[in-house]
């Protein structure tokens, strides 16, 4: 199935993670990808696994005048723009208390998480609008919808995404680009051991990742480590016509974790089967 043969897409953050997935699961349907990160590194390593259809521009999406250049790079390049991925994105300080946070990662959690996906948004919307039409995918997070203390900025980033993606797709409809996001629960990538293993000494960090996923799964209606492949998934019907109908909306790719908890993981059913003996 090639349902994207002569699309143009970029992916921010593409270099690594669930950015990766994205692209390698849009040039396997034929789109032509270009990878939009400050990790030059992995990005040229993932040229290498990706093929000749995808492409490498240092981008970072903090900075609006880099996103300008990326899409009219990509607009010139390619002579259109059909899909714009905006995935990039960090966790912040997780201080777990707010009486211990100095916010000083606000600014920094903000302009990646939230101004990169507007400003990312308004650019690929610029060129859109001139070739009939395009489809925004926003990644925002659980963490934008269910609520919990520690990474504060990175909550209320992410929460902002999911109202932004709806302003949005009222605004961009008349040009006909839709604008959906996604909520990823937990995938297997690098950022969880970041962000919460701060102040973990290296050599227990992936003891320490592999317990919080445990902890997750066992919060979770399906028991699964969610992979960056379910998100490709998922893009992949926001980008195609079996979307056609569909914007303003957001979908959690999470096992189920933010509709509620299972009984399996114990609370008023497990305190039951105590009191019962
Ligand atoms: N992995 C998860 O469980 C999970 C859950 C919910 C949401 N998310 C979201 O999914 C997205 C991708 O996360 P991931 O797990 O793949 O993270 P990751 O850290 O594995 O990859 C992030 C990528 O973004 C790039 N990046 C960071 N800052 C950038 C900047 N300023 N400009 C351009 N590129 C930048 C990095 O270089 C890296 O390639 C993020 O927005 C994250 O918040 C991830």
Redo the contacts with the bound molecule.
């Keep these: 199935m090639t349902e994207l043969t002569g699309k143009v897409a970029i992916v ?9 997935g994205i692209a390698a699961g849009l040039v396997r349907e034929g789109a032509r990808v270009v990878i ?4 030059e590194v ?1 990005g040229k390593q993932a040229l290498a696994a990706l093929g000749e259809n995808a492409s490498f521009w240092h ?4 900075d609006q005048q880099q996103l300008r250049d990326l899409v009219d790079h990509v607009a010139s390049t390619h002579s259109r723009l059909d899909i714009m991925i905006n ?5 912040g300080a997780n201080h777990p208390r707010l009486l211990d946070d100095d916010l000083s990662d606000f600014h920094q959690v903000m302009g ?2 939230l101004l ?1 996906v507007m400003a990312g948004t308004r650019e690929a919307a610029r060129v859109m609008k001139d070739n009939g039409g395009g489809s925004v995918v926003n ?5 934008g919808m269910n609520a919990s203390s520690g990474n504060w900025a ?1 909550h209320v980033a ?1 929460s902002s995404v999911i109202m932004f993606t709806k302003c949005a797709a009222i605004d961009l409809g008349e040009h006909n680009i839709r604008v959906n996001a996604i ?10 051991g ?1 962000n919460q293993g701060a102040g973990v000494p290296d050599e227990k960090r992936a003891e320490f990742t592999r317990s919080i996923r445990e902890f997750i799964i066992s919060r979770q209606p399906l028991k699964l480590q ?1 992979k ?1 492949e379910d998100i490709a998934q998922a893009v992949l019907f926001f980008v195609t016509d079996r979307s056609r109908y569909v914007t303003g909306t957001l979908m959690p790719v999470d096992a189920g974790l933010s509709a509620g908890t299972p009984r399996s993981a114990g609370g008023i059913e497990g305190l039951r089967k105590q009191a019962q003996g």
């Excluded at 981008?59 to 903090?62: G, S």
């Excluded at 995935?87 to 966790?91: E, H, L, R, T, V």
């Excluded at 990644?139 to 963490?143: H, N, P, T, V």
């Excluded at 909520?183 to 969880?192: C, F, H, R, S, Y």
């Design positions: 921010t953050g593409g270099s690594a993670g669930i950015g990766l939009a990160d400050i990790d992995a981008t970072d999406v903090a995935n990039a994105g960090i966790g990646i998480d990169g990644i925002s997070s659980i963490g990175y992410k909520a990823p629960g937990n995938i297997e990538t690098d950022i969880l970041r969610g960056v």
